[in-house]
């Protein structure tokens, strides 16, 4: 599959590295894992034969070094003597390279090195602000377990914490991205495709990649790709997060497994799983990133009106039409998995719907405020609200897959209350449903 999107990013890893031939630049690159964080350094440093690639393996420090040695000396064209069998060493030796001469170097999975020496952020810590000043070296540092990039480089107690110059937070591709992919490999592509397509890759750059190489663009074939003997997607969800969770990751599951059924509320949680949940929702959404806080547009700051939701279209799926069936997937009953996804499929993916509108609202740029709306005990629900205070607008928008469910009539009388909070501002209501993706 052809690279897509990241034209912003690629225009700001250009500007950074012609900076950085005045002075150093320390550009932290995150994202969730298959976003596609390694193929956009690659594709920024194509055409830039001197850029130095450092792949952080759990191995030994010493081994690894011999593998940065001998990338650095191909690169660059240079024959190291001596014995190098620690990073300080190596890093003090870049970083006084970069005196004499620009170079990009670029470290992946940086927040490994944990794992293989963690005394090397206070060393790069110290070697940094020695030689910074006079540098010119483009310093990317890439890592895919939010939250020890997070710990490295936003925890004040952290030796690295301020020393980054730029901070690249890499997302899923867009509504309109994904379009384009779909109109570049399946012309033929039906609303049905483009929703099933979103919903189970939420625009995760591998997800589409796989996809696509099977040609799996219709919900049906995209489900055979999933539910099937030796599938990449059935072990993902764990794959990916059990390394962010360690030991206490199955009360983190099990959370997210009830976020995902649609028991988004606190009380809801905690009334199921008999303890309290409140430290765990707050490290999902804030060490974590993986859900959010949904709360009605114009909530009163500390307000307890409040749900959250799974960021991630893929993970949402993932715990909702894999985890919550583990004892099926352990026997390999796919069938019986496949058999309640198709039953479910409708409503869940309806939800899914007014989440790809949001997307796309937020697309056009034209809005100062999108969120969703309902009061007490989950009265007057509106899909979408979008405000636009600059020209005193305001969009109500009720979301189905089929228009003929839509009632506007319904959705002025459940905009009565609401309506008050934006006197003098000119009011649409819209009726969104498939036929307008």
Known sequence: MRFYNREEELVLLDSIREQSKDHAKMTVLVGRRRIGKTSLIKKSNEQISSAIYFFVARKNEVLLCEEFIEELEQKLGIKIFGSINNFKDLFQYLMELSLERNLTLIIDEFQEFYTVNPSVYSDMQNIWDSYKDKSGINLILCGSIYSLMNKIFE?????????????????AFTPKTIKRILADNYPDYKKEDLLAFYTVTGGVAKYVELLVSKKAFSLDAILSEIYRENSLFIDEGRNILIEEFGKDYTTYFSILSLI???????????????????????????DFNIIRKVQPILAKPGSR???????????????????????????????????????????????????YFIEDFKGQKKYSNIGTYWEKRNQNEIDIVAVNDFEKTVLFAEVKRNKENISISELEEKAQGIKKSFKGYTIDYKALSMEDM
Do not use: C, H
């Open 305 to 355: 009106n409040m749900k959250y939701a799974i960021e991630d279209n893929f993970l949402n799926f993932w715990f909702r039409f894999v985890y919550k069936y583990q004892s099926a997937v352990e026997i390999g009953n796919f069938d019986y998995i496949r058999n309640i996804v198709e039953r479910d499929y409708k409503m869940y993916s309806g939800r899914i719907l007014e989440k």
């Open 260 to 286: 995902a059924s649609s028991k988004t509320s606190r009380p809801e949680i905690e009334s199921i799983l008999e303890t309290s949940v409140g430290g765990y929702l707050e490290r999902l959404e804030k």
């Open 155 to 171: 925890n004040s107690k952290e030796p690295l914490f301020a020393r980054a110059t730029d901070r690249i937070l890499l997302k």
